[in-house]
């Protein structure tokens, strides 16, 4: 299974931005989608945003539409979630992972990469 590695987190007022990189062992196929996920304390881990594979469009949730985007260069290694005007509620870890599209919406994964902390302050 492609191994995942998230980077990019780190500590930012409310407002400001962040973007998460998600470097992967292998190229990423234009048929797979990428997902970011996050887990807050006690918390699940929930599914955020996607980038689907090529024509395929994806949602995200609502939580975060309007002010995360995600991106990625096909036939390369890495996909990005672009965080603009960061919330407290957007406190969280953040994990990415690549698989079909149903796979990536149900997050029915059994490798996940070690996450990067992003952490939002008033």
């Given at each position: 299974?492609?191994?995942?590695?998230?980077?990019?987190?780190?500590?930012?007022?409310?407002?400001?931005?962040?973007?998460?990189?998600?470097?992967?062992?292998?190229?990423?196929?234009?048929?797979?989608?990428?997902?970011?996920?996050?887990?807050?304390?006690?918390?699940?881990?929930?599914?955020?945003?996607?980038?689907?594979?090529?024509?395929v469009?994806?949602?995200?949730?609502?939580?975060?539409?309007?002010?995360?985007?995600?991106?990625?260069?096909?036939?390369?290694?890495?996909?990005?979630?672009?965080?603009?005007?960061?919330?407290?509620?957007?406190?969280?870890?953040?994990?990415?992972?690549?698989?079909?599209?149903?796979?990536?919406?149900?997050?029915?994964?059994?490798?996940?990469?070690?996450?990067?902390?992003?952490?939002?302050s008033?």
């Amino acid at each position: 299974q492609v191994q995942l590695v998230e980077s990019g987190g780190g500590l930012v007022q409310a407002g400001g931005s962040l973007r998460l990189s998600c470097e992967a062992s292998e190229i990423i196929s234009a048929n797979n989608a990428v997902g970011w996920y996050r887990q807050a304390p006690g918390k699940q881990r929930k599914l955020v945003a996607a980038h689907g594979p090529t024509g395929v469009k994806m949602t995200y949730d609502d939580s975060v539409k309007g002010r995360f985007t995600t991106f990625r260069d096909n036939a390369k290694t890495t996909a990005y979630l672009q965080m603009n005007n960061l919330k407290l509620e957007d406190t969280a870890v953040y994990y990415c992972n690549v698989g079909p599209v149903l796979r990536v919406v149900r997050g029915n994964f059994e490798s996940w990469g070690q996450g990067t902390q992003v952490t939002v302050s008033s």
